[in-house]
């Protein structure tokens, strides 16, 4: 049993790679040192949950070095899922695969998951965001919980 689960993970950690270079992977791209993007989800000091953009480095050979997680769950919620204010129990990434999910934060602001949103999401405490399901189709989103659970880079 216990291969299966390493054969999934690596199943799913090609699935990621496919996911994050869809629609824009050519020899160039792969050799590049161009940041990657992805959005930061976390909560000020006011106990408001923000997003923000941040940058990631990529080693010569185009190579991100994401934090170290502690595995990788599937979620996939129905056309229709809504779920109030809430904080998240641990950071964690939470990347896109399909589908189209909205996070409701501070302001009324609202972030638009689409397939190859990467989140990192640090919002455990405070009044926390709302999130839902877009359209008619499930969102498919993996989970990559951090093994670090202490470090936020919340600013």
């Known amino acids: ?3 299966t689960g390493r054969g999934l993970a690596a199943v799913l950690a090609a699935a990621l790679a496919m996911v994050v270079c869809a629609g824009s992977f050519s020899p160039v791209l792969a050799q590049s040192t161009k940041p990657y993007s992805m959005q ?6 006011d106990g408001q949950a923000y997003v923000k953009d941040i940058q990631v480095n990529a080693r ?5 070095d994401l934090l170290p997680t502690s595995g990788v769950e599937i979620h996939r919620t129905r056309p229709g899922f809504s779920i109030g204010w ?3 129990k641990r950071r964690q990434y939470v ?3 399909s589908g189209r999910g909205e996070i409701d934060i501070a302001g009324g602001k609202k972030i638009i998951l689409t397939p190859g949103t990467i989140l990192l999401v640090e ?3 405070g009044k ?4 839902r399901t877009l359209g008619k189709k499930p969102w498919v989103a993996l989970w990559l919980p951090l093994k670090d659970q202490t470090s936020p880079l919340s600013p």
């Open 1 to 3: 049993m216990r291969s």
């Open 40 to 45: 930061l989800l976390y909560t000020g000091p």
């Open 60 to 64: 010569p050979n185009g190579v991100v």
């Open 86 to 88: 809430h904080v998240e």
């Open 95 to 97: 990347i896109t695969l």
């Open 123 to 125: 919002n455990g405490t």
């Open 128 to 131: 926390g965001h709302e999130t």
